[in-house]
């Protein structure tokens, strides 16, 4: 159990719940002051992060009761997962990012359309019979939508959902991102924007209608205006809680810049297209990891051709890349 930060009459209490996963934890953040107890963020639904967590509560002196309300910085499912077990014990308000609605509720529309949008996405990428599996994946995922979506009502973020947490918009990794900002004592609890021991996945995504979303350009302006923000301690949704966080960020940014270098070198030694950049450059990880491979080879692709340095042209239904 991690300890206690406190500063002005507000605690948090830092949940942190290891996985042997490359995550290193899976970490939420209890907030108590006088009078409330928030929850920010909610885990993964397994058995041993209910048991941390009711641990936890337990441990502070406080049980499910005296929570007031759960506050989401994005809807991935390690960071939503005990929401309705907590909701069912104790009815409380949970507030979700704008844009994360629809696909916490699984709203079947916009998943249809997103796994036509891998499908036609892996398809010009040349990604063959790897992107028609994590098609068929998806569409196998699609049966499960009313078992997996969050069952609690959901209500949107719109001003600071508790006194001085300023919820910030920070697309990129996903796009309802958000980080909370307590200006007065410098604490930014960042979610998946910054982790200390891992550069976070900006992950492709549509929008709304469907086109691609520039995720990695959005990642690199969401750590640019954290940047300017005077932080002292970052409360992180994986890993340790990261102090004076600047210069980590600066390392963020800088890494962006030297992998998007790399894929340009690929691309100008002819590796043309993204399922041939994704198997050069990251070998058996191609098939195991397919998702967050493409994810990256194309984000990085999409910001090189933002940034001028490449421009692609469609060949026989796929896209190919040379360097200008
Ligand atoms: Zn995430």
């Known amino acids: 159990m991690s300890e206690v930060i406190h500063d002005n009459g507000r605690k948090i209490h830092p949940i942190i719940v290891p996985t042997r996963s490359d995550l290193g934890s899976f970490n939420f953040y209890l907030v108590e002051e006088e009078g409330s107890v928030s929850l920010i963020d909610a885990g993964i639904n397994s058995a041993k992060c209910w048991d941390f967590f009711t641990e936890s509560l337990g441990c502070k002196g406080l049980s499910l009761k005296d929570l007031d309300r759960i506050i989401i910085t994005h809807n991935h499912e390690d960071h939503v997962g005990l929401v309705d077990r907590i909701v069912s014990k104790h009815d409380i308000p949970v507030y979700v990012p704008e844009n994360s609605i629809h696909r916490l509720k699984r709203d079947k529309d916009f998943f249809r359309m997103r796994t036509e949008f891998f499908s036609q996405l892996y398809r010009e990428m040349g990604c063959g019979e790897a992107g028609e599996k994590q098609v068929e994946k998806l569409k196998e ?46 604490w930014l609890f960042s979610g998946d924007l910054l982790i200390r021991h891992m550069s976070s996945n900006a992950l492709v995504e549509p929008d709304h209608e469907g086109n691609r979303l520039p995720t990695l350009l959005q990642q690199e302006q969401s750590l640019e205006k954290c940047s300017s923000f005077d932080i002292q301690i970052a409360f992180s949704g994986h890993g340790v809680t990261i102090e004076n966080p600047q210069n980590l960020i600066e390392v963020r940014l800088s890494g962006i810049k030297k992998k998007a270098e790399k894929v340009l070198n690929y691309v100008n030694n002819g590796t043309d297209t993204a399922s041939k950049l994704g198997k050069t450059m990251y070998k058996g990880k191609y098939e195991s990891q397919f998702s967050l491979v493409m994810s990256e080879v194309i984000g990085h692709l999409d910001y090189l051709e933002i940034h001028k340095k490449v421009e692609k042209e469609m060949n026989n239904g796929v896209w190919h890349y040379k360097a200008l």
Do not use: Y
């Open 141 to 186: 995922a699609l049966e499960d939508h009313d078992k997996k979506k969050v069952q609690a009502d959901l209500t949107q973020i719109e001003s600071d959902p508790i006194n001085g947490l300023k919820p910030i918009q920070t697309p990129g990794h996903s796009p309802d991102h958000l980080v909370f900002l307590d200006e007065k004592r410098g």
